[in-house]
C-alpha cells in the first residue's frame, strides 16, 4: 500500500465538493453539471501524470491569485 499523496489529497477534496454540491443541481442545470464533472475529471488525470511540485506551485499560485482577488481562500 502506497502512503496517501498530495494527488489522493486533491482528489478526496475535489469529490466531497462535488458530492455536497451534487445536490443542490436543479434539472435545468444538469448540462452545466455535466460539464463540470468532466472538466474535474480531465483535471484530476492531468494532476495524477504530473509532477508533485509541479502541482504544488500551481496551487500556491492559484492560492495568491484568490487572495489578490479577494475571493475566499481554502485553508
Do not use: Q, Y
Request: aromatic content about 2%; proline content about 1%; charged content about 30%.
Amino acid at each position: 500500500m502506497r502512503a496517501k499523496s498530495v494527488t489522493d489529497e486533491i482528489r478526496s477534496d475535489l469529490l466531497n465538493a462535488l458530492s455536497e454540491v451534487r445536490g443542490l443541481i436543479t434539472t435545468e442545470h444538469e448540462v452545466a453539471w455535466a460539464h463540470i464533472e468532466t472538466f474535474c475529471a480531465i483535471a484530476l488525470r492531468i494532476i495524477a501524470k504530473t509532477n508533485p511540485s509541479k502541482v504544488r506551485d500551481a496551487a500556491m499560485a492559484e492560492e495568491i491569485k484568490a487572495r489578490i482577488d479577494g475571493r475566499e481562500v481554502l485553508e
